[in-house]
């Protein structure tokens, strides 16, 4: 008989696939994904611990889950909040069953069967290679018409802001031949963006033909399998670029003009603080290089206010970088402590009012910057991907275009297209949106660039 699967997932993009890995760990064993908790026999809590009060979040959700599950359900408290309490979660949440952090979850079905043989269940271990063997098997899970595929997991870096590196472990990166296997998995199943995603994914360093590779390479790759139309990847950091990357945007068709690089702050003296390892001119090289490959990269960000001891002057340097750069979305929050981390015990933290107010400062140069950018593709014919009929509200197709943002697109009923990538002329923009209307006479263009472009 069937069980239910109930999941929450909190966080990264990370977590979306990892929340899709653990179905497909658990449908083996006769688990199928329910909408309602109060119809499952295991309850799947995903966790992210990149916010402040992302523990109190999980519990709070306990507290909700333990009130409306039925009788004999299991509790499983998965991902980086998970990775980093361990015991302590089974101490202030008894009721509990499994708790399994990030580079475990493919041991989920053993943890859940000796629950109910015996007792509560842990592994908070980083055998990240095991991992990635024991779930190499066909994904089952469907991606949709865009999927996330992780390539490369773990952080090296070690901000000081920052929990990845105790909570995802050590960089590592999955093989070439694994990842195009498992993009062509998708295509089969009707999948046309690629997104590859990890910690420090420009980072990647899997091995093709027994020789380590590089994430440009590896996007050439997926750029060759028929069927893909779109590649993305996320997330970024400023040391890792590499020429053959700057090559893949110079050269990939299929390769999204966007690259989402975070950045943090503009002051070299906080981003050596944070441990950054990079300055401000270096970033602003690396953009220069990125647009000299294609004059139509978009680039995204995040920013971090309020980084202990950070001065007006600091914070005036982050905004002259950002209209230095020019940014199409960000990503913006106060500074916020967490446990564990050196930026924790540092001295000088910032008061949480003068925060809010560099804060509002920040996002209202970026938003402007947003909605300047926006207004930039009205008259510009795009390619939107549009997903299945569940992305239609109110006789309006919702898709996303290459830089991300949502598009509502009008067409003629017996025009409307799903699953597909589709032509749109832009007519409006707002800050978050564009309007446009299909070109259902468009041939989309599929081309990709000959591999004598990077001999």
């Not at 949709?144 to 995802?168: H, I, N």
């Not at 060759?224 to 110079?250: F, K």
């Not at 290459?402 to 597909?420: A, D, G, L």
Request: charged residues 25%.
């Amino acid at each position: 008989m069937t069980k239910g699967l109930y999941i929450e997932s909190y966080g990264c993009q990370m977590n979306v696939y990892d929340a899709l890995m653990m179905e497909d760990v658990l449908r083996p064993v006769g688990y199928a994904v329910v909408e309602k908790p109060e119809d499952a026999d295991v309850i799947l809590i995903n966790t992210c611990h990149i916010r402040e009060k992302a523990s109190e979040k999980l519990y709070s959700t306990l507290g909700r889950m333990r009130l409306i599950r039925k009788d004999g359900c299991l509790i499983v408290v998965a991902g980086c909040v998970a990775q980093a309490e361990g015991e302590a979660v089974f101490e202030r949440a008894p009721f509990v069953d499994v708790v399994v952090g990030p580079q475990g979850l493919h041991t989920l079905a053993e943890l859940i069967m000796k629950v109910k043989r015996d007792k509560k269940q842990i592994n908070i271990e980083f055998p990240v290679v095991s991992k990635f063997d024991a779930i190499k098997a066909e994904r089952r899970a469907n991606g949709g018409v865009s999927a996330y595929v992780s390539v490369q997991e773990g952080c090296d870096k070690f901000c000081t802001f920052c929990v990845v590196p105790y909570t995802r472990g050590p960089e590592y990166s999955r093989t070439v031949e694994a990842v195009l296997e498992e993009v062509v998995q998708l295509v089969d199943r009707g999948t046309k963006e690629i997104v590859l995603i990890g910690q420090n994914v420009n980072a990647y360093h899997g091995t093709y033909k027994g020789i380590e590779s590089d994430l440009g390479t590896l996007i050439r790759e997926v750029a060759r399998i028929n069927g893909v139309e779109r590649i993305r990847y996320t997330t970024s950091h400023p040391r890792d670029m590499h020429p053959t990357l700057y090559d893949a945007h110079r050269y990939e068709q299929k390769l999204a003009p966007f690259v989402h690089l975070p950045v943090q702050c503009g002051s070299d003296r906080i981003l050596k603080k944070m441990n950054r390892k990079h300055t401000a001119d270096e970033y602003l090289e690396i953009v220069g290089k990125l647009r000299e490959a294609n004059a139509n990269i978009a680039l995204s960000s995040d920013f971090i206010v309020g980084f202990p001891g950070e001065t007006t002057k600091d914070f005036e340097d982050a905004l002259k970088l950002v209209e230095n750069v020019g940014f199409s979305l960000a990503y913006s929050f106060k500074y916020s402590p967490r446990p564990g981390t050196p930026g924790a015990e540092y001295p000088d933290q910032v008061p949480d009012q003068e925060k809010s107010e560099r804060l509002s400062a920040l996002q209202r140069l970026l938003n402007t910057q947003q909605l300047v950018f926006n207004q930039s593709m009205v008259g510009k014919v795009m390619d939107v991907l549009v997903g299945d009929l569940s992305t239609m509200r109110n006789g309006r197709i919702f898709g996303k275009s290459m830089y991300t943002q949502t598009v509502r697109i009008s067409t003629p009923k017996e025009n409307m297209i799903f699953n597909s990538m589709v032509q749109v002329e832009i007519l409006r923009a707002s800050q978050n949106s564009l309007e446009g209307v299909a070109r259902i006479d468009s041939q989309h263009c599929n081309a990709t660039a000959p591999a004598a472009a990077y001999a």
